[in-house]
């Protein structure tokens, strides 16, 4: 029979045994207290609070002409000036076909021009027969209206009928800004346009959808207003939410996590799941990445302790990528031997106060 004596020492040789096989956890259970838990939410928070600041009170100005780039269209009232001869002054109404009937010039398709080149066209056509060197002035009155639709992570998604030229960001404040789970890019889907009639048909390029992917936090964050397009009748403005991280195995919350738009690291990731269990084998972790595709699977390894210790780098995440902490036997058996000796000792206290 074990004297009590006995199981005294196994308890603390057990006890010993297991804090220094534990010891490389401690920082990462220690960092995930409950005061630290919410940190980097509250700062991906506060940074999608200044990014719908910007776009809420339009504090970033496009640095550029807007006017300048607006396309003509159908129903738009433009006003020509002609300051050689003021005859041929007209403001004159786009037909639905995208036509214009001017003076001396006749029909003239005007429908997908910037203002800018109806000037030049005008300037051409009536130094070609008619006048020298003429100064030809085009301002566009009224605007057809335009209907944009903005979908996804934003506070109200729909369709908006618009006039005048907007941009991405004005799409964003007319949706009321972004929410809090919104990823990181912003898709423009542009509709093929249909130009029938025009110079030389439709050209290639207008006739398929295209998409520009545009990066927020370069255009709201460090101020690149080169994304900041200028969008046309019946673009679609999609803002997906924020793609999620997984953790599994040992630890003390598995499952998902939103990226939120920030990139999060290992270790990062660990927190957020608050920490390893006793028994995590910290030093196996592994990161599971899928292709774009999801037909392959790429496996990487990771150390938890030597992150923890500042000898290696603490890899950043991918979406959808699952981080995996396996149980370590040794650790396993350790708890095991604690807990059964533990039960060995109270029972022996049991048997002798009977």
Same mark, same amino acid.
């Given at each position: 029979?074990?004297?009590?004596?006995?199981?005294?020492?196994? &308890?603390?040789?057990?006890?010993?045994?297991?804090?220094?096989?534990?010891?490389?956890?401690?920082?990462?259970?220690?960092?995930?207290?409950?005061?630290? @838990?919410?940190?980097?939410?509250?700062?991906?928070?506060?940074?999608?609070?200044?990014?719908? #600041?910007?776009?809420?009170?339009?504090?970033?100005?496009?640095?550029?002409?807007?006017?300048?780039?607006?396309?003509? $269209?159908?129903?738009?009232? !433009?006003?020509?000036?002609?300051? %050689?001869?003021?005859?041929?002054?007209?403001?004159?109404?786009?037909?639905?076909? $995208?036509?214009?009937?001017?003076?001396?010039? $006749?029909?003239? =398709?005007?429908?997908?021009?910037?203002?800018?080149?109806?000037?030049? %066209?005008? =300037?051409?056509?009536? +130094?070609?027969?008619?006048?020298?060197?003429?100064?030809?002035?085009?301002? !566009?009155?009224?605007?057809?209206?335009?209907?944009?639709?903005?979908?996804?992570? /934003?506070?109200?998604?729909?369709?908006?009928?618009?006039?005048?030229?907007?941009?991405?960001?004005?799409?964003?404040?007319?949706?009321?800004?972004?929410?809090?789970?919104?990823?990181? &890019?912003?898709?423009?889907?542009?509709?093929?346009?249909? #130009?029938? $009639?025009?110079?030389?048909?439709?050209? +290639?390029?207008?006739?398929?959808?295209?998409?520009?992917?545009?990066?927020?936090?370069?255009?709201? /964050?460090?101020?690149?207003?080169?994304?900041?397009?200028?969008?046309?009748?019946?673009? /679609?403005?999609?803002?997906?939410?924020?793609?999620?991280?997984?953790?599994?195995?040992?630890?003390?919350?598995?499952?998902?996590?939103? &990226?939120?738009?920030?990139?999060?690291?290992?270790?990062?990731?660990?927190?957020? +799941?608050?920490? &390893?269990?006793?028994?995590?084998?910290?030093?196996?972790?592994?990161?599971?990445?899928?292709? #774009?595709?999801?037909?392959?699977?790429?496996?990487?390894?990771?150390?938890?302790?030597?992150?923890?210790?500042?000898?290696?780098?603490?890899?950043? @995440?991918? #979406?959808?990528?699952?981080? /995996?902490?396996?149980?370590?036997?040794?650790?396993?058996?350790?708890?095991? @031997?604690?807990?059964?000796?533990?039960?060995?000792?109270?029972?022996?206290?049991?048997?002798?106060?009977?």
């Amino acid at each position: 029979m074990i004297s009590k004596k006995s199981i005294f020492y196994l &308890l603390a040789i057990a006890s010993v045994v297991f804090t220094l096989s534990c010891a490389s956890n401690a920082s990462l259970q220690k960092k995930a207290s409950p005061s630290a @838990l919410p940190t980097r939410e509250i700062e991906s928070s506060q940074q999608v609070k200044a990014m719908n #600041e910007k776009i809420l009170t339009g504090s970033l100005s496009s640095g550029r002409d807007l006017y300048r780039d607006y396309k003509i $269209g159908p129903e738009d009232l !433009i006003e020509i000036s002609v300051f %050689e001869e003021e005859k041929l002054n007209k403001t004159v109404r786009v037909s639905s076909q $995208g036509n214009i009937s001017l003076p001396l010039i $006749g029909i003239l =398709r005007v429908r997908g021009l910037t203002a800018y080149e109806l000037e030049k %066209e005008i =300037r051409d056509l009536l +130094a070609e027969k008619y006048l020298q060197d003429p100064h030809v002035s085009i301002f !566009i009155k009224e605007y057809r209206n335009q209907r944009i639709s903005v979908m996804g992570a /934003v506070e109200k998604p729909g369709v908006f009928d618009v006039t005048g030229q907007k941009t991405i960001l004005d799409s964003l404040a007319m949706a009321g800004g972004m929410k809090e789970d919104a990823g990181p &890019l912003l898709f423009l889907i542009r509709p093929p346009r249909l #130009e029938e $009639g025009s110079k030389g048909g439709t050209a +290639a390029d207008e006739q398929t959808p295209k998409t520009f992917v545009i990066d927020l936090e370069e255009l709201l /964050v460090k101020g690149d207003l080169t994304l900041n397009l200028t969008l046309m009748h019946g673009d /679609v403005i999609h803002l997906p939410v924020s793609g999620k991280i997984f953790v599994g195995g040992e630890v003390v919350r598995p499952g998902g996590f939103p &990226l939120k738009g920030k990139k999060m690291t290992v270790s990062q990731a660990i927190v957020m +799941a608050e920490g &390893l269990k006793q028994a995590a084998n910290g030093p196996d972790t592994k990161i599971i990445r899928y292709s #774009e595709k999801g037909n392959k699977k790429e496996i990487i390894s990771v150390d938890l302790d030597t992150i923890q210790k500042g000898l290696s780098e603490d890899p950043y @995440l991918k #979406e959808n990528d699952i981080v /995996v902490v396996p149980k370590s036997g040794v650790k396993t058996f350790l708890i095991e @031997l604690r807990d059964t000796i533990k039960g060995l000792v109270g029972f022996g206290f049991s048997l002798g106060a009977l």
